[in-house]
């Protein structure tokens, strides 16, 4: 009966520990989310702080082809956007979260609602002393399967063109 006793004992602390950890998961999912959105909010109100979430050499790769810059690259594209009341709105329409165990690395996708319709997207985020960094970044537009033919037949005669000098 003792034995069963400690042993029981041992479950409730190690449950305990556990739920324990899944709060300070969810504690921390939450403070990426709200720095994820916050990002994407940044944009949507042309702040330039945006920027400021991105890692010093961190990249983002946009829609086009052309469109891999690291931030300082991206923010010289951009900043047409950003004299503007708006530069572009992003809004999660879902998102996954992954980290390392340490935490000190976490990955995502989201599935996006944007001025171009639907779009996913992929980060890297490093923690740091203060807050999180965007280290890599990549936009892609969701090109539903049932027009993916035709959208890669416009890409395929575009792509032909010969370029203007």
């Known amino acids: 009966m003792k034995k069963l006793l400690i042993a029981c004992c041992f479950l409730f602390i190690s449950l305990g520990a556990s739920a324990q950890a899944d709060d300070t998961d969810v504690a921390f999912r939450a403070r990426i989310n709200a720095f ?12 330039l702080t945006y920027f400021d979430k991105i890692a010093p050499h961190g990249i983002y790769i946009g829609t086009d082809k052309t469109e891999l810059w690291n931030r ?77 033919d035709k959208v890669t037949k416009m890409v395929k005669e575009l792509d032909a063109k010969p370029v203007a000098k």
């Open 36 to 47: 994820v959105d916050e990002w994407h909010d940044d944009a949507a109100n042309a702040r």
């Open 72 to 148: 300082d690259q991206f923010k010289a594209w951009a900043q047409r956007f950003f004299e503007r009341k708006s530069a572009w709105s992003f809004k999660a329409v879902k998102r996954n979260i992954y980290m390392s165990a340490d935490k000190k690395f976490i990955w995502f996708d989201e599935l996006l609602d944007t001025q171009m319709g639907p779009c996913q997207a992929s980060g890297v985020i490093r923690k740091t002393a203060k807050s999180f960094e965007i280290e890599h970044y990549q936009l892609s537009i969701a090109v539903p399967n049932e027009v993916a």
